[in-house]
T-cell receptor, first 117, second 114 residues
Framework: AQSVTQLGSHVSVSEGALVLLRCNYS??????LFWYVQYPNQGLQLLLK??????LVKGINGFEAEFKKSETSFHLTKPSAHMSDAAEYFC???????????????FGQGTILTVHP | DADVTQTPRNRITKTGKRIMLECSQT?????MYWYRQDPGLGLRLIYY???????NKGEISDGYSVSRQAQAKFSLSLESAIPNQTALYFC?????????????FGPGTRLLVL
C-alpha cells in the first residue's frame, strides 16, 4: 500500500518569503510523485512531477521539489512567495510497475497556503 | 473549451434520492477516474476505469456506482444519497503509456445532500 503525509494543514508566509510545503510518502515500489495546486473554486492543476532521473524537479510558477529517497520526502519550495500563490496544495504518489497501486494516485490531505502582504 | 467537463457544477438533493454526476472529456484519454474531496482528507478515489470495458473499485466505492458509456464519458451515480456524501466530486482522465501519466482534472461538482 502507498500513502502520503503532508505536514501542516495550513502554512502562512509573507509575500517575498520562502515557501516550504512538506510531503512524506510510503510506497512498496519506486514511486512517482506529484504536486497539484487547487485555486479557489477550481479543479486541480499539475505543478510538477518526479518520475525518474534528476531528483530536483522544476515546475510551473517558480516551484520546485526534490525527491529524497533516503528521507522518503518530496518537499515543495518556492524562493519568493507571491500573493497569487495562495491556494491549496496536494502531494500525491502513484505506484510504479509491479505494485498493486500501479497507475493509481494516492493524495495527501492538502496544505492551504496563505500569503500575507 | 475545457478538456474535462463535469455536469452539474452544483447540486442540492435530499436523502434517499438517486442522482447522477456526469463527466466528459475531449482529450482522447482512455483512463478515467472519480474522486471525492473532503476538507482535511484530500482526494479519495471512488472508482476508476482503464478502458470502456474495465471498471474498478477505488478506496471508497460503497454507496456509489459508475457507468462508462463511451471512451469519453464516465458517470457516477449515488443510488440513495445520504448526508455524508456531501462533498466536492472530481473527475480526472489520463492516457495509458507508462505508469507516470499525468491525471487531468475537471472543475468539480459540489454536492449537498440534505
Amino acid at each position: 500500500a502507498q500513502s502520503v503525509t503532508q505536514l501542516g494543514s495550513h502554512v502562512s508566509v509573507s509575500e517575498g518569503a520562502l515557501v516550504l510545503l512538506r510531503c512524506n510518502y510510503s510506497s512498496s515500489v519506486p514511486p512517482y510523485l506529484f504536486w497539484y495546486v487547487q485555486y479557489p473554486n477550481q479543479g486541480l492543476q499539475l505543478l510538477l512531477k518526479y518520475t525518474t532521473g534528476a531528483t530536483l524537479v522544476k515546475g510551473i510558477n517558480g516551484f520546485e521539489a526534490e525527491f529524497k529517497k533516503s528521507e522518503t520526502s518530496f518537499h515543495l519550495t518556492k524562493p519568493s512567495a507571491h500573493m497569487s500563490d495562495a491556494a491549496e496544495y496536494f502531494c500525491a504518489v502513484q505506484g510504479g510497475a509491479g505494485g498493486t497501486s500501479y497507475g493509481k494516485l494516492t493524495f495527501g490531505q492538502g496544505t492551504i497556503l496563505t500569503v500575507h502582504p | 473549451d475545457a478538456d474535462v467537463t463535469q455536469t452539474p457544477r452544483n447540486r442540492i438533493t435530499k436523502t434517499g434520492k438517486r442522482i447522477m454526476l456526469e463527466c466528459s472529456q475531449t482529450k482522447g484519454h482512455d483512463r478515467m477516474y472519480w474522486y471525492r474531496q473532503d476538507p482535511g482528507l484530500g482526494l479519495r478515489l471512488i472508482y476508476y476505469s482503464f478502458d470502456v470495458k474495465d471498471i474498478n473499485k477505488g478506496e471508497i466505492s460503497d454507496g456509489y456506482s459508475v457507468s462508462r458509456q463511451a471512451q469519453a464519458k464516465f458517470s457516477l451515480s449515488l443510488e440513495s444519497a445520504i448526508p455524508n456524501q456531501t462533498a466536492l466530486y472530481f473527475c480526472a482522465t489520463s492516457h495509458t503509456g507508462t505508469a507516470q501519466e499525468t491525471q487531468y482534472f475537471g472543475p468539480g461538482t459540489r454536492l449537498l445532500v440534505l
